[in-house]
């Protein structure tokens, strides 16, 4: 049981423990079911405040055999099904939060080598005579791990895009990060080695040109959740058990939260239902996400007209958006819809697939925006 191989159930349990906690746990049922399959790489994208750490907590603690779950999970949904036990801490996980690592190392140039080296140290300690002294990367590791003794991996990959968000402009680190995720993910030997990997973000994974970096993963994001819908955020069955637990008035919470709908499940922020339930204050809690600034300079940018389009957004039309040439990173715009299409990923949009179209989903995205446009043209008066 280390910090990144085989971690305990700690970090779950918090979220158990906490005055709100909404059963999400039959993902697993889906992860389980292809588990050893075509479709066991996973990179489920979603907003911040969406749950993504919790969701990855959540796996670490029923598949790493550095736990004992069985009492965390016994009483949950997931406990009700016929492969619980089957698959309950029976796996070697490997899990490392990319945004940890990023706020600790702090030097960014050094982020990928002290993921690897210190996975690669606790794979010593663990298989110290399944792997040579000469061999350097964790892709290498990992595949002779599995060819001396057959031990296949679990990958839990939280904030897998801090890199590709955070270090935008930087083409060295980003290409490094790429080519690590590609030893781990990509070609004949991660098959080998790999049972199942999870990768959680708020972007779908980095284009090259026009093709996904790994595109042998399956893709459940803000645009087409598919069958991961129910648990990208709270379903409006959800909400309104809440809403009468607490004594709110639902169509007031579905005014302000309301607004994503994927896969005919409409969906709230789970952050924002969890604060309104407790303080009883309709307000934007989006702000103190840390991607309100990030939204500034966008709509700035005002391609083909980008400002308008919001402004009749925010009048409650919604607006055509081609989401296909975005680049799933934070810079490369061509035109106003790779700008929409980030909004999408990044919540301040909802999007309906079957008409291709984007809009503004509730009262605390448009306030946010309505923030913005006064911010921007403030910004112009005074520049």
Known sequence: MGMFLNPDNSAFQVALNSEIYVDKTMLLDYTN?????????ICNSRPRRFGKSTTADMLVAYYSRGSSSEKMFEDCNIGKTDTFRQHLNQYDVIHFDVQWCYTTIRDVDKVVSYIEKSILTELTECYPDAILSSVQ????????????????????????DVLIRDE????????????????????????????????????PIKKLKTQS??????????????????YVGFTENEVRILAEQYGRDYEEVRRWYDGYYLRNEHLYNPQAVVNV????????YWSQTGTYESILPLISMDFDGLRSA???????????????????????????????????????????????????????????????IKRCKWNELNA
């Not at 079911?33 to 790489?41: E, G, M, P, Y």
């Not at 781990?184 to 990768?199: D, E, I, S």
């Open 33 to 41: 079911k292809v588990i050893d399959t075509k479709q066991a790489l």
């Open 137 to 160: 990367s964790l892709s290498e590791v990992l595949a002779g791990i599995n060819n001396a003794i057959g031990k296949k991996f679990i990958i839990i990959n939280d904030e897998w």
């Open 168 to 203: 935008a402009e930087n083409t060295v680190i980003q290409e490094e990060y790429i080519n690590f995720l590609r030893g781990l993910f990509k070609g004949a030997q991660p098959t080998k080695f790999l049972h199942l990997a999870f990768l959680t973000g708020i972007l």
């Open 213 to 230: 970096a790994l595109n042998n993963f399956e893709e459940f994001t803000m645009l087409d959740a598919e069958v991961l819908a129910p």
């Open 277 to 284: 339930m407790r303080w009883g204050t309709y307000q934007s």
């Open 310 to 372: 919001i402004i009749q957004m925010i009048s409650g039309e919604s607006i055509e958006v081609d989401v296909v040439s975005f680049q799933n990173d934070m810079v490369t715009f061509e035109d106003k819809d790779d700008v929409f299409t980030l909004l999408i990923h990044l919540g301040y949009l909802a999007y309906n697939k079957e008409k291709r179209m984007a809009f503004i989903p509730n009262e605390e995205i448009r306030s946010e925006f309505m923030k913005a």
